[in-house]
T-cell receptor, first 118, second 112 residues
Framework: GAVVSQHPSRVICKSGTSVKIECRSLDFQATTMFWYRQFPKQSLMLMATSNEGSKATYEQGVEKDKFLINHASLTLSTLTVTSAHPEDSSFYIC??????????????FGEGSRLTVL | GDSVTQMEGPVTLSEEAFLTINCTYTATGYPSLFWYVQYPGEGLQLLLKATKADDKGSNKGFEATYRKETTSFHLEKGSVQVSDSAVYFCALIYNQGGKLIFGQGTELSVKP
């Protein structure tokens, strides 16, 4: 089946630094990718919709200057947490829609990236 | 607005017990409904789905039926295994281009 890979799976950084998380669709093209944030014991909160070649669409309450999203190709979207603080510590999950020739339109999820800000 | 509500966890069962995880939704139209599973330390995997009323999704012994009259999509399994221990999320989407709306998740723990 389709695979979505995230990297890194775990990252620990100091407060004030920036961290980049990559989301790749390994065997299909993804015009649209989604970034979610998951707090412990809670559901997934949609942060933004990443569109290839255009600006991301952010959900209400999500700071676009803090969570920079770039979708430069049909197989890669990146989320950069800028000037990270401890409250940004969370589990970040991306999903990609299988589109294009042979694509089913189904959503596939990455394995998640756990960010810990000290 | 549109929302999904699941029964609160954690749910603890013995192996081979019957499982039901309730899920109800609020929506103005006719969404597609999904169950996702998240194993410890991993991302989400699609477990099953149903796209219209009275459809039954099934996979790995799990089943759920899209009930429009009760706006429900309860997840069931006749005999759970230890390997089914995970967090289960109910979700809805209006169309393939739309956004998934998740319930809060229900943690299932199956004891030998």
């Amino acid at each position: 089946g389709a695979v979505v890979s995230q990297h890194p799976s775990r990252v620990i950084c100091k407060s004030g630094t920036s961290v980049k998380i990559e989301c790749r669709s390994l065997d299909f093209q993804a015009t649209t990718m989604f970034w979610y944030r998951q707090f412990p014991k809670q559901s997934l909160m949609l942060m933004a919709t990443s569109n290839e070649g255009s600006k991301a669409t952010y959900e209400q309450g999500v700071e676009k200057d803090k969570f920079l999203i770039n979708h430069a190709s049909l197989t890669l979207s990146t989320l950069t947490v800028t000037s990270a603080h401890p409250e940004d510590s969370s589990f970040y999950i991306c999903s990609a829609r299988a589109e294009g020739l042979g694509g089913t339109g189904e959503l596939f999820f990455g394995e998640g990236s756990r960010l810990t800000v000290l | 607005g549109d929302s999904v509500t699941q029964m609160e966890g954690p749910v603890t069962l013995s192996e081979e017990a019957f499982l039901t995880i309730n899920c109800t939704y609020t929506a103005t139209g006719y969404p597609s409904l999904f169950w996702y599973v998240q194993y410890p330390g991993e991302g989400l995997q699609l477990l099953l789905k149903a796209t219209k009323a009275d459809d039954k999704g099934s996979n790995k012994g799990f089943e759920a039926t899209y009930r429009k009259e009760t706006t429900s999509f309860h997840l069931e399994k006749g005999s759970v295994q230890v390997s089914d221990s995970a967090v289960y999320f109910c979700a809805l989407i209006y169309n393939q281009g739309g956004k998934l709306i998740f319930g809060q998740g229900t943690e299932l723990s199956v004891k030998p």
